[in-house]
Structures are given as structure tokens and as C-alpha cells.
């Protein structure tokens, strides 16, 4: 069964950081592109960050970039959100996908998700 399960979510002060683990099980991790998506209170689900199947590429919404880094270990089925320099904005929930399309046929996973809170 395909299973995905964040950890590292926490409250932060603001210019803190945090680094998110999300750990696949259950599926070819190294086949399928990662990505961190966060949901805030009231508002909708918004991508984050995305990385291909071997890390060659990464992309960040506008709102993160410089701030977060997307990473994956292949070999530990793992991907990653270092976030820093942390702002009450980036209060949400975190969760992570994975995603890959074969010959027409999606496949389509999410975690729980874990809190971000960024407050002082």
C-alpha cells in the first residue's frame, strides 16, 4: 500500500528555520516527481516546490524561492523542505505528492501533512 508520511512541522519564530521529511513506502519512490504543497487557513492549496525523479531539476513558487530548498534521497525513499528564513505567511499545512504519468494512467499520491506555524 502506497504510503506517505511528513514529519518536521512545528511552531518557529519568525526568521527560524525548519526542515520537513516526507518518507514514501509502498511505491518506486525514485520513478515518481516529489513536491511540497502547503494549504493555509481559509485559503487555497498552493504548490511549493517540485522536484524530478532524479533531483536534476527543481522549481519554487515565487513566494519561497531563496528562502526554500527541495532535495530528495533516492536510496532512504525521502524528499525534503529546508525552509529558512521563516515568516508568519508561511503558516500552513505541509504536504507532500508524488506524481507520475505511464502511458496515459496517473498516479497520484499525498501525505497527512504536518503544521508549520511561524509566530512569535
Known amino acids: 500500500q502506497e504510503q506517505l508520511v511528513e514529519s518536521g512541522g512545528g511552531l518557529v519564530q519568525p526568521g527560524g528555520s525548519l526542515r520537513l521529511s516526507c518518507v514514501a513506502s509502498?511505491?518506486?519512490?525514485?520513478?515518481?516527481?516529489m513536491s511540497w504543497f502547503r494549504q493555509a487557513p481559509g485559503k487555497s492549496r498552493e504548490l511549493v516546490a517540485t522536484?524530478?525523479?532524479?533531483?536534476?531539476?527543481?522549481n519554487y513558487a515565487d513566494s519561497v524561492k531563496g528562502r526554500f530548498t527541495i532535495s530528495r534521497d533516492n536510496k532512504k525513499n525521502t524528499v525534503y523542505l529546508q525552509m529558512n528564513t521563516l515568516k508568519p505567511e508561511d503558516t500552513a499545512i505541509y504536504s507532500c505528492?508524488?506524481?507520475?504519468?505511464?502511458?496515459?494512467?496517473?498516479?497520484?499520491?499525498w501525505g497527512q501533512g504536518t503544521q508549520v506555524t511561524v509566530s512569535s
Open positions: 505528492n508524488a506524481l507520475k504519468n505511464v502511458w496515459g494512467r496517473r498516479y497520484d499520491y
Open positions: 509502498g511505491l518506486t519512490f525514485s520513478s515518481y516527481a
Open positions: 522536484i524530478t525523479t532524479a533531483g536534476g531539476s527543481t
